[in-house]
């Protein structure tokens, strides 16, 4: 009996998990960490000295690919003090608006992109230590 109820409970569980699958975004405080896959697609994370893609884990650089006419929005997280931005790098074709240099964890930026492409990024602040691709197809 002991173990028939277990695996119910087991089940219970997992129908739950399951069923979370609605498109609204979690607060983000206290669920740090576990992105070694499966995150959204778009999303990268703005360390303190790296960026990382939420979707596939890489980072610095982080390498992102997302279809034409995609969001990808860049999170700061764990940041406290230290600045950082999204820096486009001109030297890749095509290029793209750049973020402010923002300060604070929970701070975003966001971009659109309409146009195929590999675009580079990097931090203004710390310059290539930080750096990023997002793949547009
Ligand atoms: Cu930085």
């Given at each position: 009996?002991?173990?028939?109820?277990?695996?119910?409970?087991?089940?219970?569980?997992?129908?739950?998990?399951?069923?979370?699958?609605?498109?609204?975004?979690?607060?983000?405080?206290?669920?740090?960490?576990?992105?070694?896959?499966?995150?959204?697609?778009?999303?990268?994370?703005?360390?303190?000295?790296?960026?990382?893609?939420?979707?596939?884990?890489?980072?610095?650089?982080?390498?992102?690919?997302?279809?034409v006419g995609q969001t990808?929005?860049?999170?700061?997280?764990?940041?406290?003090?230290?600045?950082?931005?999204?820096?486009?790098?001109?030297?890749?074709?095509?290029?793209f608006?750049?973020?402010?240099?923002?300060?604070?964890?929970?701070?975003?930026?966001?971009f659109t992109f309409t146009a195929p492409?590999?675009?580079?990024?990097?931090?203004?602040?710390?310059?290539?230590?930080?750096?990023?691709?997002?793949?547009v197809?």
């Amino acid at each position: 009996m002991r173990i028939i109820r277990t695996w119910m409970l087991a089940g219970a569980v997992a129908a739950v998990v399951g069923c979370s699958s609605d498109s609204s975004t979690p607060t983000g405080a206290g669920d740090g960490g576990g992105n070694g896959g499966g995150g959204p697609v778009g999303a990268v994370t703005v360390g303190n000295d790296f960026f990382q893609s939420a979707h596939n884990g890489t980072r610095n650089p982080a390498q992102d690919t997302v279809a034409v006419g995609q969001t990808v929005t860049w999170t700061w997280t764990n940041t406290g003090g230290t600045s950082h931005s999204v820096e486009a790098l001109p030297v890749a074709s095509p290029s793209f608006t750049s973020s402010d240099i923002l300060t604070g964890s929970g701070m975003t930026y966001t971009f659109t992109f309409t146009a195929p492409g590999t675009y580079h990024y990097q931090c203004a602040v710390h310059g290539s230590l930080m750096s990023g691709i997002v793949v547009v197809q």
